[in-house]
């Protein structure tokens, strides 16, 4: 049981010495390998059993690269990220900013020249298709105008020949 409690303990330390190892030491002193790039990859397992016999085995891999000495803080570019201090543009003379405005007048009124001849181009064959749909639906009315009469007609034969019908039914009764 002492035995137990002293491999036990052996691997807590162990543990705890590798892992105060990982943080405090290493061949740099905790600075990387000096060539201002992070990276760090571990792997451990442990294992144990226990009866009255014990069985302890433990594995583990570690790799870890950290920021060199001398590191800004700024992704190595003076402090500025990569980019140069920006104070500004330099500003425009009266002469360069007519010129501008110039500029941008002229092509606003290009844009809309070329927005109202696009508009025109379309216009033409709506006007077309809206002339073919008036026509159809011009037709299709002849059409059905036609039907009422021919329908009306036909209605107005056949009440003549019930009406005829009735008549001669009723005179023969009368004649009975």
Known sequence: MKTLVKIAAIAVIATTSATASAWWGGPF????NGFGNGNSAADGNFDMSFSMSSNVSGNGNGNGNGYGNGHNGYNGYNGYNGYAPYYGAPALT????KEMADQHAAA???QQEAQAAY?????APRQEMMKQQQEQMAAMQARR??????????????M?????????????????
């Open 160 to 176: 003549a020949r019930h009406t005829a019908s009735f008549q001669q039914a009723a005179v023969t009764t009368e004649a009975k």
């Open 119 to 123: 508009f025109a181009r379309m216009d």
């Open 94 to 97: 009266e002469e360069q900013q």
């Open 145 to 158: 105008d036609e039907m009422m009469a021919k329908m009306e007609e036909m209605r107005a034969e056949s």
């Open 29 to 32: 002193n905790n600075n990387g």
């Open 108 to 110: 606003m009124k290009a």
